[in-house]
């Protein structure tokens, strides 16, 4: 018998013989198909149901349920002296199947099948998409123990006494939005929410610009315009020029050499746009590439209702929406960055008279507004109201927020420049 079937016959007689260690084994052995051996995957999930229904866990009981493999019961039990070392053997039997599995994947795809993958991007993506799901494998199962988390969060805490801030807070540029939400902590989703033409993009453009001024790597992924258009409305931004003359290229005065002067200084930050990726499995090619040459700072996807997922099928819309919040929080946790994922709002908002809008508004809302961390909503009340006394002003509400404050900022708003800035104060 090889050293794999040893250990999975290992891990079979060590639950039998005593149960309490199930739950051990289950945290890395999940079900019986990770076993070579099927009928010992066949007792794998017996007695995982027994345990799960309450029922005694011994020979005669495992006998009883499973009789056709009595024999092989029998010498597994004669084989076994301790179950001292169970937790070893279980990660044995999950490290061999993450290799099989890792096989299995890499000879499934042939990168000369041109119908199947239109690019090498695609093969790749293909490929990483499947090491990501076998290194999730191990992952979940590896734990910290409670006396090194703390020496880390210490280590942590002291590193940033001496440096005088919170490394793992990623200020906005916004002095007000800041100050609300503490900034955005490292692994947080983000979902930044409106109605149409209420410059989420463009806030999420600024904000993206301020954290790249800050040296941090953006990654903007646009799902929606072109990584051109995004390019020129940031000349605007951050040039401070009527965007109409970026688009019809009539400067007047020193317009374009604020326009190059933009282009130089943003030729020099680490913001890259992604116009060519549509479902998520692309999206998390791309982060997992750029996260293994340095830290990403922040990821913003532009948004959250073009995204679909090829080969998979969902119940309904929210079921879907759903399922691709979560991935993105947990692409957050994966790759050690922060997400602002855009969303679009319900049409809802333009049934009432205050159009401000709540979380009950995020389209088919239950399972995004779960999945984020911080909920913020865009209002500009000159777009529904333009007598107001608020022209060029923009709210930004926090609706909910894990570790900040619930409430409300104000941005200024210069729509000709799709710019957001700081709201000046009175003395």
């Given at each position: ?5 040893k ?16 739950d ?8 019986g198909?990770?076993?070579i051996?099927?009928n ?6 017996t007695?995982?149901k027994?345990?799960?229904?309450g ?9 009883d349920?499973i ?7 029998s ?5 076994m002296?301790?179950t001292?070392h169970v ?11 993450a ?19 239109n690019?090498p991007?695609?093969?790749i993506t293909?490929?990483?998409?499947g090491i990501g799901d ?13 006396l ?12 940033d006494?001496e440096q ?14 800041d100050?609300?939400?503490?900034g955005?902590?490292?692994t ?9 033409s ?8 600024c904000?993206?610009l301020?954290?790249?001024k800050?040296?941090e790597?953006v ?19 951050e040039?401070?020029v ?8 009539k400067f ?8 190059i ?11 890259t ?12 090619s ?25 080969g998979?099928r ?45 979380l ?6 239950g ?8 909920v ?5 009340d000159?777009?529904?109201?333009p ?9 930004v509400?926090a609706a ?9 900022c ?13 709201l000046?104060?009175?003395?």
């Open positions: 018998m090889t050293q794999k079937l250990s999975e016959q290992a891990v079979i007689g060590s639950i039998i013989m005593e149960p309490d260690c199930i051990l084994v289950k945290k890395y052995i999940p079900n198909s990770y076993f051996n099927s010992f995957g066949k007792v794998l999930d007695v995982y027994m345990n799960d229904e029922q005694a866990i011994d020979l005669t009981t495992v006998f349920t009789p056709e493999i009595a024999d092989m019961l010498e597994i039990m004669d084989a002296v301790t001292a937790e070893e053997y279980a990660k044995m039997v999950r490290d061999s199947y290799r099989r599995t890792l096989r299995g994947v890499l000879t499934s795809i042939n990168p000369l099948d041109t119908k199947k993958y690019t991007l695609d093969v293909e490929i990483e998409k076998i290194g999730q494998i191990i992952q979940n199962a590896e734990e910290m123990s409670t090194d988390l703390v020496n880390v969060c210490l280590d942590d805490i002291e590193k006494m005088g801030i919170n490394r793992n807070i990623l200020p906005t540029g916004f002095v007000d939005l100050r609300l939400l503490i955005i902590e490292l947080e989703n983000v979902i930044l929410a409106a109605r149409p209420m410059g989420k993009t463009s806030l999420a453009q904000i993206a301020n954290v790249a800050n040296g790597k990654l903007f992924f646009s799902l929606e315009m072109s990584k051109e258009k995004l390019m020129n409305r940031l000349f605007s931004i040039g401070r009527d965007s109409e003359k970026v688009r019809t290229r007047e005065g020193d317009s374009y050499s604020k326009v002067n933009a282009a130089s200084l943003i030729s020099n930050l680490e913001l746009i992604i116009d060519n990726a549509f479902n998520l499995s692309e999206i998390r791309i982060v997992a590439r750029h996260a293994a040459s340095s830290n990403i700072g922040l990821v913003v996807i532009d948004y959250l209702q073009l995204l679909r997922e090829s998979r969902f119940q309904n819309r929210q079921v879907e929406l759903g399922y691709y919040a979560n991935e993105i929080a947990r692409m957050a946790k994966t790759y050690d960055t922060r997400t602002i994922t855009l969303s679009q709002l319900s049409r809802a908002v333009e049934n009432r008279d205050n159009k401000r809008p709540r009950s508004d995020l389209y088919e809302s399972a995004i507004e779960a999945a984020a961390d911080i913020l909503f865009l209002y500009r000159e777009y529904y109201n007598d107001t006394e608020d022209k060029g002003i923009a709210e509400g909910k927020t894990r570790d900040g404050a619930i409430g409300s104000r941005l200024a708003w210069i729509g000709d420049y799709y710019l957001f800035g700081n000046a104060r009175e003395a």
